[in-house]
């Protein structure tokens, strides 16, 4: 994952891709992200495919068999890595979901509401 902040306008710059298994694909199928507030064009999005799709599926199942045997302790420091991610990067994640969603960035508490529950959901995994 970079670690790179990027802004709004050097996000439209960049090519989205979707991630299958860890490894990003593109589609020849595209949609077009608006700011909803604006009718502004913002970046392409790539559609994922039936194949990307059934990728995805088959990876979850695979990946299943070793998560399942991971014990409570590295679930939980899982966890705070994702939890520490969200909220390292929540300043340009704010900025980039409030664009899309064509709300004020002070109206957008998503970022920190992931945050606080992947810490809930850490602390039940200790109990």
Not at 51 to 59: G, I, Q, S
């Amino acid at each position: 994952m970079s670690t790179q902040t990027l802004s709004v306008s050097e996000t439209k710059a960049q090519e989205f891709v979707n991630t299958v298994d860890g490894a990003p694909r593109t589609s020849s199928l595209i949609h077009q992200g608006i700011d909803p507030s604006t009718k502004k064009k913002l970046w392409d999005v790539p559609i994922a495919t039936e194949k990307d799709l059934d990728d995805a599926v088959t990876a979850a199942q695979n990946s299943f068999k070793t998560w399942s045997k991971t014990s409570w302790e590295s679930r939980q420091e899982v966890l705070e890595r994702m939890r520490q991610i969200l909220v390292d990067h929540r300043d340009e994640m704010s900025q980039i979901l409030s664009t899309e969603c064509g709300k004020p960035v002070s109206k957008f508490v998503t970022i920190a509401c992931m945050a606080a529950l992947t810490r809930c959901l850490a602390t039940i995994c200790s109990i």
